[in-house]
T-cell receptor
Framework: EDKVVQSPLSLVVHEGDTVTLNCSYEVTNFRSLLWYKQEKKAPTFLFML????IEKKSGRLSSILDKKELSSILNITATQTGDSAIYLC???????????????FGKGTKLSVIP | KAGVTQTPRYLIKTRGQQVTLSCSPISGHRSVSWYQQTPGQGLQFLFEYFSETQRNKGNFPGRFSGRQFSNSRSEMNVSTLELGDSALYLC????????????FGPGTRLTVL
């Protein structure tokens, strides 16, 4: 059974701190790893990673995939209160139907940034 | 471009009833996937529809079903509701190709009493 594990489950930091969120996976037929940010309801897409060792960056957020270690990290520098959210890691793999593709999610890391 | 929309946003039902949730994908997206999110289990895949056909299914009982219409809008139905069905139901749309990014709607919060 496919498995995605995120750590830590929750984290409290002060504004300005740098945080690293971890995601490890055991998935048959890995195709991609995705990070989402969930504040109130809808998870919003952050990054998709398919190649090992290539960092994706967006402002203060960055992520990298290590296919050898079956893991990924999400870094957030100079954290702000608006970064408070649940960060979800998901791994994409082919589904059972032809052409299908499904995401297996970790349980998320709840990040709280205090002023 | 408008995002994924879901209706209703909140629902309260009693055990034994049935419920239908609706999802309208981003314009041009042909794939709709449904997920159940609970505090204990996280986000779990229910099923995916593409071009009006169920293309993939997760490990949920047959009480959970869905369909997709020719305009790519999708509905999910849960029959004979149980207390454990209380959850946030999220749908996500994508173009439908392998590895295409899934974009989520705001979800429907279902409470079963």
């Amino acid at each position: 059974e496919d498995k995605v594990v995120q750590s830590p489950l929750s984290l409290v930091v002060h504004e300005g701190d740098t945080v690293t969120l971890n995601c490890s996976y055991e998935v048959t037929n890995f195709r991609s790893l995705l990070w989402y940010k969930q504040e109130k309801k809808a998870p919003t897409f952050l990054f998709m990673l398919t190649s090992s060792g290539i960092e994706k960056k967006s402002g203060r957020l960055s992520s990298i995939l290590d296919k050898k270690e079956l893991s990924s990290i999400l870094n957030i520098t100079a954290t702000q209160t608006g970064d408070s959210a649940i960060y979800l890691c998901a791994v994409g793999s082919p589904g059972t139907g032809a052409g299908s593709y499904q995401l297996t999610f970790g349980k998320g890391t709840k990040l709280s940034v205090i002023p | 471009k408008a995002g994924v929309t879901q209706t209703p946003r909140y629902l309260i039902k009693t055990r034994g009833q049935q419920v239908t949730l609706s999802c309208s994908p981003i314009s041009g997206h042909r794939s709709v996937s449904w997920y159940q999110q609970t505090p204990g289990q996280g986000l779990q895949f229910l099923f995916e529809y593409f071009s009006e056909t169920q293309r993939n299914k997760g490990n949920f009982p047959g009480r959970f079903s869905g369909r997709q219409f020719s305009n790519s809008r999708s509905e999910m139905n849960v029959s004979t509701l149980e207390l454990g069905d209380s959850a946030l139901y999220l749908c996500a749309s994508s173009l439908g190709g392998p590895g295409d990014t899934q974009y989520f709607g705001p979800g429907t919060r279902l409470t079963v009493l």
